[in-house]
């Protein structure tokens, strides 16, 4: 996956994926399959998320911690059945993934790392459904879903997902039929001004909408609680990786918490750049940020000292100076992710 494609830019790839429709190959990102009697349920004592709160056909955001309550990996899990779960975790993480899960796994589960076996695209934005239909492939199932299909005899599960905030689908196919699932796609989506988007646009488009990237808003120094990420926590169920480092944190309140941050001038916001309140004080750092095309000014998403709270007003350094930032809760976008 490049950072951007030659023609385009990352700006021109970002304004297609908003306001027409983009195509990523994220194929870098990892596949594991849990297989045997039990494994959802396998599965559901490892990942933070409550697998008994979907049914087969649906996937779940889920994470794997460490011991501290930090976050090894996040990822999503779809669910084929009480016996089979997909997952697909960071290309960076899936073999640690992988083999966590291995040891931990009863006899008759299996843990498998197909990362090479399938590739992924995403089409993401407003026009996504029609380049899709075009090819008579489903649209229009709910967020957080999956279907099988086929495309001229080539197996595909499309998938209602993404890393965008805009309406999407992500398919997963066999490796070797990727090339010419990609072109039909791209050929479909030419009438709708259909843009090749890379590492740069996803980048810019994720950190609108406040998600997470792991090794920088999410890590294993960085937990759930203090990424805002709570939601993604079965806190009622009995165990998972992790539990009880999450449970204390969350009953005691964590000490830093992930805010967003938007420029008041000019300023453009790097990962590291410290943040400092009115006094000078250092109170965090950032750990995403970038310049927001749609906003046209700069974002970023950063872990700050918790009595820190909205409106309040912080400075960042950059480059040598000292640039006004106002504290925020994302997305800094409307989504459109779950519009028809």
């Not at 396998?42 to 008994?52: V, Y």
Request: negative net charge; proline residues 7%; hydrophobic residues 40%.
């Amino acid at each position: 996956m490049p950072l951007e494609y030659a023609g385009a830019g990352v700006l021109a790839e970002h304004a297609a994926v908003r306001g027409a429709v983009g195509l990523f190959d994220v194929s870098h990102l990892g596949k594991i399959t849990v297989a045997g009697p039990g494994a959802a349920g396998f599965l559901n004592r490892c990942g933070t998320a409550d697998l008994r709160k979907i049914q087969p056909g649906q996937a779940q955001y889920t994470l794997i911690c460490n011991d501290d309550g930090g976050v090894i990996d996040d990822m999503i899990a779809y669910l084929n059945g009480p016996d089979d779960v997909f997952l697909i975790p960071n290309a960076g993480n899936c073999a640690e993934v992988a083999r966590l899960l291995t040891d931990a796994a009863p006899a008759g589960v299996s843990i498998t790392n197909e990362h090479d076996g399938h590739a992924v695209f995403a089409i993401q934005g407003p026009h996504s459904d029609q380049v899709l239909a075009d090819r008579e492939l489903p649209t229009g199932h709910g967020y957080m879903s999956f279907v099988r299909a086929e495309l001229d005899g080539v197996p595909l599960t499309v998938c209602r997902t993404g890393y965008t905030g805009e309406r999407g689908y992500e398919l997963v196919t066999p490796s070797a039929h990727a090339g010419a699932v990609w072109d039909a796609v791209v050929e479909a989506g030419e009438p709708y001004g259909i843009q090749l988007a890379g590492l740069g646009a996803r980048d810019t488009l994720r950190t609108e909408m406040g998600y997470p990237l792991h090794g920088h808003d999410i890590s294993p120094d960085i937990s759930p609680v203090q990424a805002r990420l709570g939601w993604a926590v079965g806190w009622k169920k009995d165990a998972f990786f992790g539990d009880a480092a999450l449970r204390a944190e969350r009953e005691a309140t964590p000490n830093r918490m992930l805010w967003g941050l938007k420029a008041v001038k000019r300023g453009i916001p790097r990962p590291g750049m410290l943040v400092r309140d009115a006094d000078g004080h250092e109170i965090g750092s950032i750990t995403s940020g970038t310049f927001s095309p749609t906003l046209k000014t700069g974002i970023a998403l950063a872990l700050l000292d918790a009595r820190f709270s909205v409106d309040e007003q912080v400075e960042v350094e950059v480059r040598n100076r000292r640039e006004p930032f106002i504290i925020t809760k994302p997305p800094f976008v409307t989504p459109g992710v779950r519009e028809p």
